[in-house]
């Protein structure tokens, strides 16, 4: 790791993460091809569609004229629950995952084999990336089972040949002890977990910096630049960003490296990535736009172009870096999640960049849009003071008008005691709720009152 923090992490796979883009477009154009035999040949839903887009074999499509063929969506995927859009025979498959989705509403993933082996490869890339070898010891804190965290990292570490220590979410005592037991160098959580293994440790009293962890992967959940310097500094390591969506394949879709400059290498060799505008033409790299992956070489649920919902930007690959692959931003949000606040749209996302980077605020916040009165929508925003000594009324005002003044919209921000917004110690952080009728006032919202 240390010799990882002067120079670039070396490759885990140069052919794919280094090679020269342009023989990366022939093998995309090959695995395309390919990726639409298998479709047509499985004769579902995707065929269907690509018949009727005049695609009778996969020699017809060329990745320049992509954005021609249909899409699939998550919508898709609930009306042909619980198999989804399977493409091979059920005995084919060797498990399955999913995600309880932001609507509460399951979608469930097949993997073949070959699935499988994609997956540890395209992970054990991004923790090579973060500067993990065979020496390091990864402590898992994603959660295992359906949830992709925790497995996929797990696929990872065990083919980089690194030592995996499964310990899921949550526990956190038995965390703590096995970072002072064990002394990993690399730690996989979700950011709202990590920030509240950080408080943990402080609360032993451990000084920040002073234990075994030099990097963080995390992921699964949005997070801002200012979360990462908060999370940085509660538990002194480089802290990385890492996507995925189990549809494609869970995490690994994506990940920063230690030299990727804040961007994410996306694994385009086997997700090929495409950003999207809302009537669904192309948008420039450097625009934000709907990300739309393109399974290549997956076969238990391969899907051609599936609008994943997340809006970010997509750029060419770092200047300087051997990793040759697109990058794309830390999301900016879900195309689900903006808020329409009085004909403003906003992310989350920056209601979160302008709190944190208050210093007198902790991590933990909480945003309520509040359409009781449809025609008054109101964002009520719940932020902890970091310390005693806070005037919380004046900061809350002061937090309102920065909103009002980056944003362009108004909110009521409450300052209350550190402490007091719910945590999430399993699972994904839910930093975002809607509250649409009733008077009644959900317990997890009372500190907003
Ligand atoms: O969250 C896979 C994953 C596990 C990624 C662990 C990273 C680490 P799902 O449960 O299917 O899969 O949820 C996918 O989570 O469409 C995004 O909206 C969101 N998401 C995933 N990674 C990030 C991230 C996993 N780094 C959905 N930043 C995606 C922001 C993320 N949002």
Redesign the pocket.
Known sequence: MTAAESAPPALVDPDAEGCQPEQRRELQQQRLGELVDRLLRADGLQAQRLRSAGVGSGADVSLDDLAKLPTVTKQDLWDNYPWGLLAVRQQDVVCLH??SGTSGRP?LVPYTAVDVAIWAEVMARALGGAGATRSSVIQVA?GYGL???GQ??HHGGMRLGATVLPMSAGMTERQLRMLADLHPDVLCC?PSYAIYLGEALRAEGVEPGTGSLKVGI??????TAAMRDQIETLLGLRAL???????II??GVACESLDSDGQLNVAEDHFYVEAIDAEGHPVRDGTPGELVFSTLTKTGMPLLRYR???IATLSGPASGSPRTLRRMS??LG?RDDMLVIRGVNVFPTEIEAVLLADERIGPHYLIVEDRRVPARPELRVAVESASAAVDTVTLGDQLSAALRERLGVGCQVRVVAAGTVPRTEVG?ARRLERWTEGDAVPERWQVLL
């Open positions: 999913g995600s979608t994603y949830f992709t965290g996929g990292i979700t995390f992921g699964a959940e949005p997070w960003d890492i996507y995925g969506l189990s549809e869970g995490p994943s919902g997340d830390k999301l879900r994904k």
